[in-house]
């Protein structure tokens, strides 16, 4: 039997849980009210370029160049 079987991998696999964590792997969340701030469309300044975010008829969100 190779080394490399099923057993041998489960057992070297590593759990993702068990790794350390950096502080940038923490999700943020932000509502699109607290970002939108009573607004329909803001401008957002990304490396230099501005980017639309706006708020449709349809209450989704879209993000145009």
Do not use: C, F, W
């Amino acid at each position: 039997m190779s080394s490399l079987d099923g057993k041998s991998l489960a057992i070297r696999a590593i759990d993702e849980a068990q790794l350390p964590r950096s502080p940038h792997d923490d999700e943020v969340t932000v509502t699109s009210a607290a970002l939108m701030d009573g607004r329909r469309e803001i401008i957002i300044l990304h490396a230099g370029l501005r980017y639309r975010l706006r708020i449709t008829a349809n209450d989704k969100l879209i993000l145009t160049k």
